[in-house]
């Protein structure tokens, strides 16, 4: 069992940026391919950006590639995502996966709120 611990949402303006983080306990971190989702109102989960397990590659959806960054620090046994130059429409629930392929696990979810 894996226990995920989202933080570091909150309100921000157009052009702002938050850094979100994911704490993970319970397993050995650095087994589990990590990654970021997000679900707006009324709207399915869907993928962000996902980091392997070793950091050396990541991989963005389209629409915040560029403006988001995905890293991890295996000894912290914690996933962040840096958003820079937030967008209204990046206002979701972002929430903290963990893939170890015959198992996933998500956390609770973090609130970023993005204003005009």
């Given at each position: 069992q894996v226990q995920l611990v989202e933080s570091g949402g909150g309100l921000v303006q157009a052009g702002g940026s938050l850094r979100l983080s994911c704490v993970a306990s319970g397993h050995t971190f650095n087994n589990?391919?990590?990654a970021?989702?997000?679900?707006?109102?009324g709207k399915e989960?869907?993928?962000?950006?996902a980091v392997s397990w070793s950091g050396g590659n990541t991989y963005y959806a389209d629409s915040v590639k560029g403006r988001f960054t995905i890293s991890?620090?295996?000894a912290k046994n914690t996933v962040y995502l840096q958003m820079n130059s937030l967008k209204p429409e990046d206002t979701?629930?972002?929430y903290c996966n963990a893939d170890g392929g015959s198992e996933a696990y998500w956390g609770q979810g973090t609130q970023v709120t993005v204003s005009s």
């Open positions: 589990f391919h990590m970021w989702y997000r679900q707006a109102p989960r869907v993928y962000v950006a991890r620090d295996n979701a629930i972002y």
